[in-house]
């Protein structure tokens, strides 16, 4: 199974051993302040258990991540295949980029790390045509990882959840794209940029 690596990560697969610490960061207020509710321990090993067999159906999806030399465990970064079955909107089906890390890792850059790595195995390995995020339209944090990895909000995109029920506070969600066109755009850029600032003096 597919491991990616960053300069301070390990998106791995999942092991029996993370759920526990999954437990945990699913059941802290602040990790799901955007989210309907803390899961119990059963709804966190259901979606643990999910997590898994996405990777065996798909061939990718959310990784755990380790920070090399600091934890094991600090949540999941990665690829979501969304059918229009489980996710009735618009733009399904579709594949989403996601992360969802412990709260004291938050502020680190760890998010932003991982996921241009998920994004660079999306378009350069998969070959996937567009990656898309959604979250609550109040999910700044969120949102400013979303920005940072190059991706654009259009608010004529914006929808309601399907999966909250109307006058939900939080059912109002933006959407976020990023096309493989543009991805590769912007790797040749910083390519580019790069030589050019090593590049030696005649």
Do not use: C
């Not at 399904?92 to 992360?99: K, L, M």
């Not at 991805?183 to 003096?201: C, G, I, T, V």
Request: glycine share 6%.
């Amino acid at each position: 199974m597919i491991t990616l690596t960053t300069e301070r990560l390990l998106l791995r697969p999942w092991q029996k051993s993370d759920w526990l610490h999954f437990q945990r960061l699913n059941s802290d207020p602040r990790v799901m302040t955007y989210f309907p509710a803390t899961l119990s321990k059963e709804e966190s090993d259901k979606l643990a258990y999910r997590l898994q067999t996405k990777f065996e159906e798909n061939g990718f999806g959310l990784w755990a991540v380790t920070v090399v030399d600091v934890s094991d465990f600090i949540g999941f970064i990665g690829l979501n295949g969304l059918t229009k079955e489980e996710f009735p909107t618009p733009f399904t089906p579709t594949v989403e980029i996601g992360w969802r890390l412990a709260f004291d890792y938050w502020g680190k850059g760890y998010a932003p790390e991982g996921a241009k790595a998920a994004l660079a195995y999306g378009f350069e390995t998969l070959h996937l045509n567009e990656i898309v995020a959604f979250t609550a339209v109040e999910n700044r944090p969120s949102r400013r990882v979303m920005e940072k990895i190059g991706m654009h909000h259009n608010s004529e995109d914006d929808f309601d959840s399907p999966k909250l029920k109307e006058g939900h506070p939080l059912r109002r969600h933006v959407l976020y794209r990023i096309r493989q066109k543009e991805y590769l755009n912007q790797e040749a850029f910083k390519n580019e940029r790069s030589k050019s600032k090593h590049a030696l003096p005649h």
